[in-house]
Nanobody, 126 residues
């Protein structure tokens, strides 16, 4: 089992920045691929970014490329999502997630993630 606690959300003006954190406990954090997803009201949960267990492979949704950066610190059992140049359409509840990541894979499919954080609200005002 892996327990995830995500934090760092808040209210920010368009063009601003936020950094989300995902603290993990339980089984070996460093063996898991970590992902960030988001869900806006009335919409399905969508992929935002993912990082391999070694941290050297990443993948991003086209909508956030160049604005968001995913990273991890395996010594601290924490993953991060640095969000810059935020837009009102980035408003959503953001969730971190974990899935076993053999062979240093990066996973972007929601249904392949086993463990989820509780979510943190990000609101971007125009």
């Amino acid at each position: 089992q892996v327990q995830l606690v995500d934090s760092g959300g808040g209210l920010v003006q368009a063009g601003g920045s936020l950094r989300l954190s995902c603290a993990a406990s339980g089984r070996t954090f460093s063996s898991y691929c970590m992902g960030w997803f988001r869900q806006a009201p009335g919409k399905e949960r969508e992929f935002v970014a993912a990082i391999s267990w070694r941290g050297d492979r990443t993948r991003y949704a086209d909508s956030v490329k160049g604005r968001f950066t995913i990273s991890r610190d395996n010594a601290k059992n924490t993953a991060y999502l640095q969000m810059s140049s935020l837009k009102p359409e980035d408003t959503a509840v953001y969730f971190c997630a974990a899935t076993p990541g053999p062979m240093n894979i990066v996973v972007s499919t929601t249904t392949l993630y086993n463990y989820w954080g509780q979510g943190t609200q990000v609101t971007v005002s125009s």
